[in-house]
């Protein structure tokens, strides 16, 4: 579902983080039109728009943990999590995590990928959140939603920035509902293949 489906139409905060989001055509290989979100976060007042929807959305949500997907997810998790008074999980690539966790193998357009979470990261029954930045195929957010219900949290929703057309109405993955703030922009010369090296 798309934030403007869901009683934001109209709104101009949506508008700015979609005009803050710079368009890279042909990165990192030719016929990917990267959503660049490095300039939304040199706009201060977007980047708060991002933040403030999110949290107005799941303040009452009785959420406790947020887990955002490397490496984007990180950027936006932590700001959500303190806000609504969560605690912050990574989900992060292989072998960055000391101690033991466990993994969840997924895949992409170009091979496969693995997600690990520490073990002591969830207690039973959390009420938990995903957050990224982009869902283009929406494997990264299921494998997310795999991990987190292994360790024995209840997924709420995942959230992305940026998310295709596809992912409108009451679309779900896994079963889990996935809300989405604007549509990627591009270049009316150039499909949209892919939208970000990871195919989230």
Sequence with gaps: MFAVENGLQG?????AISD??????????????F???????????????????????????NI??????EARGFIFGPSIALAIGAKFVPLRKPGKLPGRVISEEYELEYGSDRLEMSMEAVKSHERALVIDDLVATGGTLSASINLLERAGAEVVECACVVGLSKFKGQCRLNGKPLYVL????????????SISPSSN
């Design 11 to 15: 709104d101009p905060r949506l508008q």
């Design 182 to 193: 604007v549509e990627p922009s591009h270049l009316d010369d150039l499909p949209i293949e």
């Design 64 to 69: 406790s943990l947020v887990a955002g997907v």
């Design 20 to 33: 803050a989001i710079r368009v890279i055509p042909h990165f990192p290989k030719t016929g990917i039109m």
């Design 35 to 61: 959503q660049d979100i490095t300039t939304l976060l040199l706009d201060p007042l977007a980047f708060k728009h991002v933040v403030d929807i999110f949290v107005d959305r799941y303040k009452h949500m």
